[in-house]
Nanobody, 126 residues
């Protein structure tokens, strides 16, 4: 059984940075695609970014391209979301998700993943 635990959320001022962590346990993260999603109050959950199986490539939502970066650390069996130039509209509960049967057309689909974390809150406010 794969378990995902997010950490690193918090309160940050506009223009600031945060790095979220998704620690994977139970299996090696190597063959899994791992994605970040977020959900703001009153809004639908949305795709943020993902690293494909075996770290082959990354994909990002247009709203975060150039500001957010997804990366892997195989030694720590973890995936990270580096968030720079944060905006108030980035405020949300951020989740990581892992799956083994993702293709390019499904990498941004929440239900395509097999395992999910509990989320970590990010608040961008002055």
């Amino acid at each position: 059984q794969v378990q995902l635990v997010e950490s690193g959320g918090g309160l940050v001022q506009p223009g600031g940075s945060l790095r979220l962590s998704c620690e994977v346990s139970g299996q090696t993260v190597r063959p899994y695609a791992v994605a970040w999603f977020r959900q703001a109050p009153g809004k639908e959950r949305e795709f943020v970014g993902a690293t494909r199986q075996n770290g082959m490539s990354t994909n990002y939502a247009d709203s975060v391209k150039g500001r957010f970066t997804v990366s892997r650390d195989y030694a720590k069996n973890s995936v990270y979301l580096q968030m720079n130039s944060l905006k108030p509209e980035d405020t949300a509960l951020y989740y990581c998700a892992a799956g083994r049967r993702l293709i390019l057309s499904t990498v941004s689909t929440w239900r395509a993943y097999d395992y999910y974390g509990q989320g970590t809150q990010v608040t961008v406010s002055s």
